[in-house]
């Protein structure tokens, strides 16, 4: 008797496999980061229609959305997305590492596969009433801030970062007082939330800080969705690029001949269609004629990038987020 | 227990009201006032706006998962737990202990530590990994991936369930049978199946109401897709992180619902199986 569950539980296996090989690439599936569902929802729909149009066969885009690293080790685990879109360079370095991504993927689609871009930026309450305009009104006594945690979140390590590079110009490279900065910025954090979602929460719905530091994709839904006389957007002197890299999963689109819709999925991403929604839900485009068709939402900023400011991923794991390094040393001294 | 058996400074009214006081403020403030607003959220932007995030395609398929995942995790441990416990509690045998605490193990391993163990197993950088991909057998984010992560956390519902009550009853009833020339399967059918009715129906009430409300294993597994490998609690959460509140708690009402239903079921199989036992003892 006590081997019944088991075999059951083989005969359904073998039952469920089934359909899964049989699924020819009628749909496809796009892991994707946490924050971006709404604008997935909307890139689906139109490329959906696209697709039925040239080919008079309806494809169903599946949506997966968790923190990018969590998707990253769950496409390791055997999760079968023909796509990623993720917020973290690093979590496709991951898969390309395995195999499952190809080596050379930033040069298979343009702008190093990074279809849009965004950047940490300053929400404020509404009337900006602790007068915030750049990150040095970030240390003062009377400002609290919000932003995640830069061990768990890929947004808060931009956040950070930003704040490292605002720092290293303002001192003229003087590392000691850079990290005293840094160091009080860091004081100043009233909540540390694991992922940026659960710091919008934080600051909108608990009402705590006042200054929300997040990608300017995030700034701009929120005042979408919660009003835009609440709360006002303070763009920085200078903040940080932060990629939104693509990627054909080839491991699972070479098993599923899903590789060409996949391709194409991801090239949508780049056409003027495709910019336009992007563009409208907040994100920065590479497109020129529709980044001028949407000038007037985004202000200007100066952007440093992580690979000249920094020197790429690699070392600044390894200088700021490795386990001693330099976050750990400005969060133990408080 | 009567208050007579109680010191006398415990029974004075003054004490016993501050108690009864307190256990009721509690009560009130832990779980009746979430339950509470589970239903006044969901029904914040209209009956018609609850009823439409229902009707959702991906809430429906999110409660049709739930719902399949019951339906196969329920009978096989329902047919699991009466063989542990049939065998635990009727027969010795070396490894018994043994069975006893494996059986029991899920209620005390963390639900995530289900689900990343199962990953180690299943997925595909797991033990089984490479053999499961070269046979093209999905199990982890995938419907059978769910089923097994459930299965492990709500192993235990009937078996704990029948255990002391298939001690208590001992051997004697099939020892008759035995001796009147039953069979094993008509021993089963006839006599040890009817004297554990109530206590069986009240095991499966509860697993049930936990595989449908399973969180912490199912997450690990699921992969999250929309419409696919989300479950209802799961689809709460995703819903609640899209600024969807009302359509989170609307889903999140369902399953308060099927709560409450699973509290009056037990609840009236309590009346049942009492009133049965008190007349099996008379």
């Known amino acids: 008797m006590r081997r019944l569950p088991f075999v059951t539980a083989a005969v359904l296996f073998a039952l469920a496999a089934g359909p899964a090989h049989a699924e020819a690439p009628g749909s496809i599936l796009n892991a994707s980061y946490d924050v971006a569902r709404e604008l997935f929802v909307a890139v689906n729909e139109a490329y959906g229609a696209k697709y039925n149009k040239e080919t008079g066969k309806t494809l169903e885009i599946k949506q997966s959305h968790a923190g990018s690293s969590k998707q990253a080790r769950s496409i390791l685990e055997g999760l079968e997305a023909d ?15 395995k195999g499952f991504v190809a080596a050379d993927w930033t040069a298979k689609f343009p702008d190093n596969a990074s279809p849009f871009y965004s950047l940490p930026v300053f929400l404020v309450r509404a009337g900006n009433p602790k007068g915030i305009k750049d990150w040095n009104d970030l240390v003062r006594d009377d400002v609290k801030l919000v932003f995640p945690n830069p061990k768990t979140s890929g947004n808060a390590r931009y956040t950070y970062l930003a704040a490292t590079a605002y720092a290293k110009e303002a001192f003229g ?3 000691a007082k850079a990290n005293d900065f840094v160091k009080k910025f860091l004081s100043n954090v009233a909540v540390f939330d694991t992922g940026g979602r659960a710091a919008t929460t934080t600051f909108v719905e608990r009402e705590l800080g006042d200054v929300l530091i997040t990608f300017e994709t995030e700034t701009l839904g929120i005042r979408k969705e919660f009003g835009a006389d609440k709360f006002d957007i303070v763009v920085p002197s ?5 990629d939104f890299p693509v990627a054909v999963v080839d491991k699972v689109a070479d098993k599923r001949g899903s590789k060409e819709i996949a391709t194409d999925y ?8 495709g910019q336009t929604i992007l563009a409208e839900f907040g994100n920065r485009v590479r497109d020129k004629a529709v980044a001028e068709k949407f000038a007037a939402s985004f202000q200007p900023v100066r952007l440093v990038t992580v690979e000249e400011e920094f020197g790429g991923w690699p070392a600044v794991n390894k200088k700021y987020f490795g386990s001693d390094g330099l976050l750990d040393q400005q969060l133990a001294g408080q | 227990m009567s208050a007579a058996g109680l010191p006398r400074g415990a029974s004075s009214g003054w004490s016993r009201h501050v108690l009864l ?10 779980i009746g006032a979430p339950v509470l607003a589970v239903f006044v959220q969901a029904l914040s932007q209209g009956l018609g706006y609850a009823l439409a995030s229902l009707a959702h395609p991906d809430t429906r398929a999110a409660i049709l998962l739930s719902v399949t995942v019951a339906l196969v995790v329920v009978p096989i441990n329902t047919l699991f737990g009466i063989a542990a416990a049939w065998s635990i509690a009727k027969f010795r045998f070396p490894g018994r202990k043994l069975l006893l605490a494996i059986v029991e193990l899920p209620f005390s391993v963390s639900p995530i530590v289900a689900g990343i163990s199962y990953l180690f197993v299943y997925g595909g950088q797991g033990l089984f990994g490479p053999f499961l991909e070269a046979h093209d057998l999905k199990i982890m984010f995938a419907l059978p991936g769910i089923i097994l992560a459930t299965t492990f956390v709500t192993a235990p519902f009937v078996a704990r369930e029948l255990l002391p009550l298939m001690q208590l009853q001992g051997n004697s009833d099939e020892e008759v049978a035995a001796t009147l020339g039953a069979n094993g399967w008509q021993t089963f059918f006839r006599v040890t199946l009817p004297n554990i009715r109530w206590g ?8 049930n109401a936990r595989v449908l409300g399973e969180f912490g294993a199912v997450s690990i597994v699921s992969g999250n897709i929309r ?3 989300n479950t209802l609690p799961l689809h709460v959460e995703l819903l609640y992180h899209d600024y969807n509140a009302a359509g989170a708690f609307a889903a999140a009402a369902v399953l308060t619902v099927v709560a409450l239903v699973t509290l009056l079921v037990k609840t009236l199989l309590e009346r049942v199986s009492g009133q ?3 007349r099996r003892g008379h």
């Not at chain 1, 200078?238 to 932060?242: E, K, T």
């Open chain 1, 83 to 97: 796509v990623v879109t993720f917020n973290q360079a690093t979590d496709i370095q991951v898969l390309a590492d």
């Open chain 2, 200 to 207: 069986l129906l009240y095991g499966v009430v509860l697993c």
């Open chain 2, 227 to 229: 419409g696919e490998t």
């Open chain 2, 21 to 30: 006081g307190s256990v009721l403020l509690v009560t009130a403030i832990v």
């Open chain 1, 266 to 273: 991801l090239n949508f991403l780049y056409s003027p269609e």
């Open chain 1, 173 to 175: 490279g003087d590392e």
């Open chain 2, 276 to 278: 049965a036992g008190a």
């Open chain 1, 238 to 242: 200078v903040s940080l690029l932060a």
